[in-house]
């Protein structure tokens, strides 16, 4: 699985942007889903992940009720809708692909990534 992010950008606080990772193959509903960010100077950590009929769905404690993540099996595409952003939610944003059922929260458990894309929130 080849994994392609967009929508990275510049948004005020409080504003809204949707990433999308659009994956190559034909094996992407054999796959979870999960979003992963990484801000300047600190670990990779989860943001939200999707099982792969998209029934089961995790999000991290600091993105809960923000943000939202869905997928859409017919275009092998997976989104990220952020909303309410805030400035702390500045990172690199990277989906990744996990031959299981339901998305792990650890990156070790995805063996698929995308290169990532650049979420930047002034105040």
């Known amino acids: 699985v080849q994994l392609q992010a967009s929508g990275g950008g510049l948004v005020q606080a409080g504003g809204s942007l949707r990433l999308s990772c659009r994956a190559s193959?034909?094996?992407?509903?054999?796959?979870?889903m999960g979003w992963f960010r990484q801000a300047p100077g600190k670990d990779r950590e989860f943001v939200a992940g999707?099982?792969?009929?998209?029934?089961?769905?995790y999000y991290s404690d600091s993105v809960k009720g923000r943000f939202t993540i869905s997928r859409d099996n017919a275009n092998n595409t997976v989104y990220l809708q952020l909303n309410l952003v805030k400035p702390e939610d500045t990172a690199i944003y990277y989906c990744?692909?996990?031959?299981?059922?339901?998305?792990?929260?650890?990156?070790?458990?995805?063996?698929?990534w995308g290169q990532g894309t650049l979420v930047t929130v002034s105040s």
């Open positions: 990744a692909a996990a031959r299981n059922i339901f998305p792990p929260r650890d990156f070790w458990g995805y063996e698929f």
């Open positions: 193959g034909r094996t992407f509903s054999s796959v979870a």
């Open positions: 999707i099982a792969r009929s998209g029934g089961t769905i």
